[in-house]
């Protein structure tokens, strides 16, 4: 399989280490990985036989810019890709912009149009036109793999769309955010205000800089909405979530919960009640009992009920630049395997 690469920070980076650690089971799934283009903010890499990834993986620890290395130039682009012939799958890394979804959306299309397969980690393109994106899939005759977009590591929209197949799923309800729970679970255990465990969630690097799309709630709902148009088969936006997050948590309010046995929880929430379709982010106060009480640190859940399958659960896939590269390479084996992604 010949792949490339857009975008090149910390998940394009663990996703290259990935290749080369993996590449003994990926032989034995008979799938050859050959990256020939890499692709970010300063130009590209292009080499027809396949980049060297393990000396681009020592290079890039002391160098930001790849256009230095062999076969870089700054003229490569993400063009180049979808007009390759050669190239049988791309893979998306750009950050989201949840407003327009671009650049990651334009390169989507382009590349779907010209017959590759797509594997994207950026939300915005896949909440902004899921539907559209899919279509065009379908139409081209490949795979859109958006594992990424909506836990990482957790195989929350793959569990959806293959295991629940032949049913229509009736609710979805999930912690979907890794920062978050770190952070609640923090407060938990040592008894502190919310701006003290941010520090540490910071300096530990699980929080971003600017953490607002973590901690107010935006990122859960980002991911809710793709779960709940792509398996729920609705065309919703962001404008139709009712979102708040934890910055206004306290101490006290942990420790009157856990007076109560009970433990706050960050939940994206989706119900379809008499036809009637509610979507919510919000700290929800869970009992010892409820499926996502147990859902610590970095790990993150997702609970499904279905009309006929009842309910399915899938529970971890802590948060990281590696889980989230893993989430990647997950679906690229499984294009390869020919599995169907697409509900």
Known sequence: MNIGIIGYGGVGKALVRLLNMQKEMLDAEGLSVTVS???????????AKGIDLA?????????????????????????????????????????TNKETGQPGLSYAESLLKAGKHVVISDK????????????????????????????G??????????????????????????TTNFILKYMEDHHCEYEKALKIAQEYGIAET??????????????LLILTNVLMGEDKTLADIKVSGITA?????????????????????????????????????????HLLYSVEGKN??????SDTLGELAVIGGASGVIPAAASILRDIVNVHRGYQFIR
């Not at 032949?166 to 999930?174: A, R, W």
Request: hydrophobic residues 45%; contains cysteine.
């Open 55 to 95: 000396a681009l993986e020592v290079f890039t620890e002391r160098e930001k810019d790849i256009t230095k290395f062999s076969g870089g130039s700054a003229d490569i682009t993400a063009a180049e890709i979808a007009a390759d012939p050669a190239v049988n799958l791309a893979v998306i890394m750009t950050p």
């Open 210 to 223: 600017d953490p607002t799309l973590d901690v107010e709630g935006w990122d859960t709902a980002g991911k």
């Open 153 to 178: 590591a957790l195989p929350s929209v793959n569990a959806g769309v293959m295991d629940l197949a032949g049913s229509s799923i009736t609710s979805i309800e999930g912690v979907l955010n890794g």
């Open 249 to 289: 948590l306290s101490a006290a309010d942990i420790e009157s919960a856990a007076a109560a046995g009970l433990k706050y929880k960050l939940v994206g929430k989706t119900v379809r009640t008499d036809g009637q379709l509610h979507m919510s982010v919000g700290l929800e106060r869970l009992p010892a009992e």
């Open 300 to 305: 993150k859940a997702v609970r499904y009920v």
């Open 124 to 151: 915005g393109p896949i909440m902004l036109a899921y539907h559209k994106l899919a279509a065009l899939a379908k139409a081209c005759g490949v795979q859109l793999g958006i594992g990424c977009t909506t836990g």
């Open 37 to 47: 283009y890499i692709v970010d903010y300063y130009g590209g890499i292009y080499a």
